[in-house]
């Protein structure tokens, strides 16, 4: 079952990213899907901040790995998304 929703989502967020990339889609098209892609990476990467700092009084060097991990995350996100729609149009 985990398999099978790994790969829905996989397709699904694959499939977005490619359709959001080409210029030959509607903008009405495009910008929503932007947005879902936006929205999904940010739930995912609040979560684990949240979650890190959840765990702050059980574990401590977990959370620390986890805030860590988030903000090496967003990095990266961020960075991605300058690469693939920002630098693109230049």
Known sequence: MDLLFEFLIELTMEGAI?????????????????ILIILFF??????????????????????????????FMLTASILKFKKIYIEKKQ
């Not at 030959?24 to 495009?30: A, C, E, F, M």
């Not at 979560?47 to 860590?68: E, Q, Y």
Request: hydrophobic share 55%; proline share 2%; glycine share 4%.
């Open 42 to 71: 940010s739930v995912v990467i609040l979560g684990i901040f949240i979650l890190g700092i959840i765990v702050r009084k059980d574990n401590l060097f977990l959370s620390i790995l986890l805030i860590a991990l988030s903000i």
């Open 18 to 34: 490619e359709v959001s990339k080409n210029k030959k889609i509607s903008n009405w098209i495009r910008y929503p899907l932007i």
